[in-house]
């Protein structure tokens, strides 16, 4: 009897079937040991290549938000700061206020896990298909300076309100001085009633 499986392996690397190739060998072993039939063994090679298609625009989302893999709701310590409502942050886990396009303001001393819980709900957005980037302060200062250098302020101000939810870490860290406060204005102006804006600071809401 002729083994099917190198033609079968070419042709699912000519298809560009690349996650069902890295599951063949294994299907192949399961639908013998459990006598699956064609349909059964074909819907699992199937559900591999989704599936493996879902995780890698996971990854890219991840990697095109800068965020870390590991800051992640699951992996959030609520005891450090005992006075965080936990019933809020869940409700904009739910990410709700995305579709809202509202700005939502984390505001808390030094080490409360303000970076970590933005992007925790970085997170939940991009589980969501939902574009995120993630910038501090100084990152996005110095971004729209360079653009400005090459004439390109106007292109990279609409790149960042076409986002559906910007998160600008650690706010009034550093003084912003002029034209940096224009800036800011113009990137919080754009994106006002047009998407969603996280913004964490050490601040005090009266400063």
Excluded at 37 to 42: K, N, Q, R, V, Y
Excluded at 134 to 160: D, F, G, I, P
Excluded at 169 to 176: A, E
Aim: proline content about 4%; some cysteine; glycine content about 2%.
């Amino acid at each position: 009897m002729i083994n099917p499986m190198p033609e079968l392996s070419a042709l699912l690397k000519q298809v560009r079937l690349s996650h069902a190739l890295e599951y063949l060998a294994q299907r192949n072993k399961e639908a013998i040991e459990k006598k699956l039939s064609h349909p059964e063994f074909l819907s699992l090679l199937i559900q591999d290549e989704l599936l493996g298609r879902q995780n890698k625009k996971f990854q890219e989302r991840i990697k095109r938000a800068h965020i870390r893999m590991d800051k992640t709701l699951e992996n959030f310590d609520f005891s450090i700061n005992p006075k965080i409502n936990s019933g809020l942050i869940k409700e904009l886990m739910s990410c709700d206020f995305i579709a809202e396009k509202v700005p939502v303001l984390i505001v808390g001393p030094c080490g409360t896990g303000k970076s970590h819980l933005s992007q925790a709900i970085a997170h939940c957005a991009i589980r969501r298909n939902i574009d995120v980037l993630w910038m501090s302060q100084n990152a996005l200062l110095s971004s729209l300076q360079a653009a400005k250098a090459v004439n390109s302020y106007e292109k990279k101000l609409a790149q960042l309100s076409k986002i559906p939810l910007l998160i600008i870490d650690d706010f009034g860290l550093k003084p912003m001085r002029t034209p940096q406060d224009e800036d800011f204005h113009d990137v919080i102006d754009k994106r006002y009633e047009q998407a969603a804006t996280i913004v964490t600071s050490n601040l005090d809401f009266n400063e």
